[in-house]
Each structure stands twice: as C-alpha cells, then as structure tokens.
C-alpha cells in the first residue's frame, strides 16, 4: 500500500523546537522528490519546503526559510522537517507530499509534472506559550 | 516568485451548475498546473495535472483549461459531492516554489 504517515506534532512555545518526521511505503522513495505543505486553522493550502530524492537539493517558502530545515534518510524511507525559532504563525496542520501515483496503471512520478497524488493525514504543529 | 491569484474565493452554487474557477499567475507557467479538491478534515486530493489532464478516476465533469497566464476548472454539472475547497497549484518553476492559489470555497446555495 502506498502510504506517508507523518508523527512529531506537538505544542511547543514560541522560540521552540519541533522535528517532524514522515514515513514512507509502497514506492521507491529514493527516486522521488518529496515536499512539506502546511495549513493554519481555517486557512488554505501553503507549501513550505521541497527537497530532491538524493537530499542534495532543497527549496524553502520565504516564510520558514533560515528556521526549518527539510531532509531525508533514504535508507529508512523517511522525510523529516526540523523546525527551529518557531513563531505562532508557523502553527498549522503540517502535511508531507510525496510523488505523483495512478492507482489504476501503478505509475509513479515526480510531482513537478503531475501533482502531489500521495499525500500524509497531517501532524499539527501549536505554537503558543 | 511566481503568484497564483485564484477566483473567486468563494462561491455559492446548486446541484447541476456549472461551476469555473480561475487561477492567474503572475507571470507564465506554461502548462505545470495542477487542481486539487480538499474536504474537511480531509488532505488534499489530485483532480488535474498539466492544467488539462484527469486524474485516474476523477469524474469527467471535471476539466481543465489554460490560456497564457490563466488556468481554469471547471465543474460541468455540480454534484453533491463536489462541494468542498478548490486549490490550484504551479508545479515547475527556478527558484523551486510549489505555490498554491488562496482556495476557493465552493458551498451549497
């Protein structure tokens, strides 16, 4: 089955510390690109971060750069966020994104042509004192 | 970085409309679009890639257009099910910046 299942939300003070991790089966997860999208209560979609399937190569939202870091342990499957310096606005339900997937013909394939079609249930992220 | 400005924001309609949602960017993205469709409580789910293509098992009374900097969804005859958040996204840009449009909320008239 092909599955992203996202743990390490929490509540944290402002300034605080959180590591987000997303565990990933059913694909090849070395050989796709993989992103983090986050969503406030009530608000729409935000894309905060993107990094390559070798972990060489990794993009920010203007919005977390210089506080998150995003990367990758290939061998155990798993994407992580690490989130530094937090701020009550970075509170959100954090989703990971991973590869575009047709579920009729098994086909899988970077989301910069196709779209996010694998997606986690979401973490949530508080940021309060 | 390239913005994507999506109307309307909301929309009220019934069962059997036809529905359109624009996305406009801010300046070209050629055809690296993609709509989603996301239900409370619900992550989002893929409807369109490449501005035009479905999804496998999307319904086809979804469709997508592009025309320079505007992409649009369409709903052909409005289901109940469709109600729900609409979100466009540009997929292939330098910087790297996967940005989403603001959403549109379409509900029940």
């Known amino acids: 089955e092909v599955q992203l299942l996202e743990s390490g939300g929490d509540l944290v003070q402002p300034g605080g510390s959180l590591r987000l991790s997303c565990a990933a089966s059913?694909?090849?997860?070395?050989?796709?690109?993989m992103s983090w999208v986050r969503q406030a209560p009530g608000k729409g979609l935000e894309w905060v971060s993107d990094i390559s399937g070798s972990g060489t190569t990794t993009y920010y939202a203007d919005s977390v750069k210089g506080r998150f870091t995003i990367s990758r342990d290939n061998s155990k499957n798993t994407l992580y966020l690490q989130l530094n310096s937090l701020r009550a606005e970075d509170t959100a339900l954090y989703y990971c994104?991973?590869?575009?997937?047709?579920?009729?013909?098994?086909?899988?394939?970077?989301?910069?042509?196709?779209?996010?079609?694998?997606w986690g249930q979401g973490t949530t992220v508080t940021v309060s004192s | 970085d390239i913005q994507l400005t999506q109307s309307p924001s909301f929309l009220s309609a019934s069962v059997g409309d036809r529905v359109t949602i624009t996305c406009r960017a801010s300046q070209a993205i050629s055809t690296y679009l993609a709509w989603y469709q996301q239900k409370p409580g619900k992550a989002p789910k893929l409807l369109i890639y490449a501005a035009s293509t479905l999804q496998s098992g999307v319904p086809s009374r979804f469709s997508g257009s592009a025309s320079g900097t505007e992409v649009t969804l369409t709903i052909s005859s409005l289901q109940p099910e469709d109600f729900a958040t609409y979100y466009c996204q540009q997929l292939n840009n330098y910087p790297r910046a996967l940005t989403f449009g603001g959403g549109t909320k379409v509900e029940i008239k």
């Open positions: 059913g694909f090849t997860f070395s050989s796709y690109a």
């Open positions: 994104a991973g590869p575009y997937y047709d579920i009729l013909t098994g086909y899988f394939g970077d989301y910069y042509y196709y779209g996010v079609a694998v």
